[in-house]
């Protein structure tokens, strides 16, 4: 008998790739997310990196499709009318532009909904597998850092991310939510369009490569990844675990130095020439510093006259940032990924990219 699957947020990114993972493996499937109208309320800028509602993906995977907005709870008791082998609980408000309001409202308050009208249906669930972020960690106090960091989010999103948690944790202890959580590194891969995506699309767009080599090597910055396949294959190796329940699994490709990203993504677009800068960590860190500072009087004069920057505060903190976890824990039970090295992935996903005319 097939396994039954419910997955919120299937119309984005994430959950798209969710469903047809899923749909490969035989489960059946309950898909929600926002009425593609009701977006607006929660995405309203215009432009490149606005989510786009892949609708079309409910189709093709024969999910059953039930709209519902978390912070709306009247919304929610259709979508526990029956029991679930697993709910993949992808559904998130990701914008670094967002205020902090709609990040709590939304991340924190609408997952306390989704609980709350679970418990109050009576309704069995096998597995609760939550996505969070390897942003709740910030950097951590050793490297790489593995599961056991303590939270230091660095942005709203992230902060909001962390609050979001502790509230299912607190369900896992007091009502016997069977929750597993799993905090993936920036994902990128089909029907990508954000984050990881402007990484490709600058170079590809000036034809000029730059490859900062920070020295000593002691110094270099990480840059973590996590191929969509690898996620959603993740989500589906945990769920089918009953020894992952009260876990948490960092989940990303091994990590390479900002330098070898940048340098491989240099060759990847056929960049001419590629100039490759070597440059002391403490020079480079003040130079990044006056960035940062730039990127925050832009971001400061957008809100004001209502409209996003080019680049979001926390894109452009990534370059001072050590962000470098370990993925030991749930490879030690057995999980393989198909993009162990990370520039395999960004080579799959550049193909995609091309073939979609996104570069």
Request: hydrophobic share 35%.
């Amino acid at each position: 008998m097939a396994k039954v699957a419910l997955v919120t947020g299937a119309c984005g990114f994430t959950g798209s790739n969710m469903l047809e993972v899923l749909k490969e493996k035989g489960w059946k499937i309950v898909a929600t997310d926002l009425p593609q109208a009701d977006r607006k309320v929660f995405y309203h800028e215009k432009g490149t990196f606005a989510p786009v509602y892949y609708s079309d993906i409910i189709e093709q995977t024969g999910a059953e499709f039930i709209p519902a907005d978390f912070t709306k709870k009247e919304t929610l008791p259709p979508l526990f009318t029956r029991d679930y082998d697993a709910v993949f609980s992808i559904a998130s408000l990701y914008d670094y532009f967002a205020p902090w309001e709609l990040l709590y409202k939304v991340n924190v308050e609408g997952h306390r909904n989704l609980v709350e009208a679970w418990l109050e249906s009576g309704r069995k669930v096998g597995h609760w597998v939550h996505w969070a972020t390897d942003g709740v960690y910030g950097e951590t106090p050793y490297l790489p850092g593995d599961e056991n960091a303590p939270y230091d989010p660095p942005n709203n999103y992230s902060r909001s991310k962390v609050e979001q948690e502790r509230l299912l944790w607190k369900y896992y202890r007091e009502k016997g939510l069977p929750l597993t959580v799993l905090r993936p590194a920036p994902i990128y891969g089909p029907r990508h369009t954000y984050g990881v995506y402007k990484t490709l699309l600058g170079p590809r767009k000036m034809g000029v490569g730059a490859v900062v080599r920070i020295y000593p090597r002691s110094k270099q910055l990480m840059y973590p990844t996590v191929h969509v396949r690898d996620l959603c294959e993740a989500a589906v190796f945990v769920a089918e675990r009953e020894d992952t329940i009260g876990e948490a699994y960092n989940v990303l490709s091994k990590c390479i130095t900002q330098s070898e990203f940048s340098e491989f993504v240099s060759h990847l677009s056929y960049c001419s020439p590629i100039y490759r800068i070597q440059v002391n960590w403490s020079l480079y860190k003040l130079v990044a510093g006056l960035v940062i500072k730039l990127g925050r009087l832009m971001d400061r004069r957008a809100r004001k006259r209502g409209k996003r920057p080019k680049f979001d505060v926390p894109e452009i903190q990534y370059i001072t940032h050590q962000y470098w976890f370990s993925n030991e824990k749930l490879k030690e039970l057995g999980f393989k990924y198909k993009f162990e090295d990370p520039r395999e992935g960004l080579l799959d996903y550049y193909i995609w990219c091309k073939r979609e005319g996104k570069l």
